[in-house]
T-cell receptor
Framework: DAGVTQSPTHLIKTRGQQVTLRCSPK?????VSWYQQALGQGPQFIFQ???????QRGNFPDRFSGHQFPNYSSELNVNALLLGDSALYLC??????????????FGPGTRLTVL | QKEVEQNSGPLSVPEGAIASLNCTYS??????FFWYRQYSGKSPELIMF????GDKEDGRFTAQLNKASQYVSLLIRDSQPSDSATYLC??????????FGKGTRLHILP
């Protein structure tokens, strides 16, 4: 049973560029959440996708956008990259049961460096 | 007041002793609570989740939840050097958005 996978593992971009990160959820899961984790901090919630729609969003600007495909995989897009976007980007998948008890499992993350 | 608060540590515990990690949260309507372990440079790994008041045990780990005090803790018995990591407390608010604390760094002394 494959767990959550993410690609690429590492990425280096320059300011102003755009980046796309990809995530495949754990088998049987239908919900994908994205987090940004800066060094020494806990993961910060970016947004969550369920049934191909953004269901929840954290305090991130519109430069951060996403998509979920019919096979439940997801992409995170970041436009106009800033130095402060350098972080570990984590994807977590879960099975939505609508009771506030969904358990999320994380992928290995994508380390983004913006120069 | 931060939504999920943890002492950043480091918390140093002798090998074989009990490590006690604490977390408080602000939203009284929070429904589920999680502990993740994160090794340096790696992604968070789920250790335990708890939904109801009281204790929940899984091997060397015990999660404790007190909703009245808005407090959740993790006990690690017979601490091992491999337990040295950052422990993240996460709270699922009623709207299914999971909020993480900054984590507590645990160092098990051989």
């Amino acid at each position: 049973d494959a767990g959550v996978t993410q690609s690429p593992t590492h990425l280096i971009k320059t300011r102003g560029q755009q980046v796309t990160l990809r995530c495949s959820p754990k088998s049987g899961h239908d919900t994908v959440s994205w987090y940004q984790q800066a060094l020494g901090q806990g993961p910060q919630f970016i947004f969550q996708y369920y049934e191909e729609e953004e269901r929840q969003r954290g305090n991130f600007p519109d430069r951060f956008s996403g998509h979920q495909f019919p096979n439940y995989s997801s992409e995170l897009n970041v436009n106009a990259l800033l130095l402060g976007d350098s972080a570990l980007y984590l994807c977590a998948s879960s099975l939505s049961v609508g009771l506030g008890t969904d358990t999320q499992y994380f992928g290995p993350g994508t380390r983004l460096t913006v120069l | 007041q931060k939504e999920v608060e943890q002492n950043s540590g480091p918390l140093s515990v002798p090998e074989g002793a009990i490590a006690s990690l604490n977390c408080t949260y602000s939203d009284r309507g929070s429904q589920s609570f999680f502990w993740y372990r994160q090794y340096s440079g790696k992604s968070p790994e789920l250790i335990m989740f708890i939904y109801s008041n009281g204790d929940k045990e899984d091997g060397r780990f015990t999660a404790q939840l007190n909703k009245a005090s808005q407090y959740v803790s993790l006990l690690i018995r017979d601490s091992q050097p491999s337990d040295s990591a950052t422990y993240l407390c996460a709270v699922n608010r009623r709207n299914d958005k999971i909020i993480f604390g900054k984590g507590t760094r645990l160092h098990i002394l051989p």
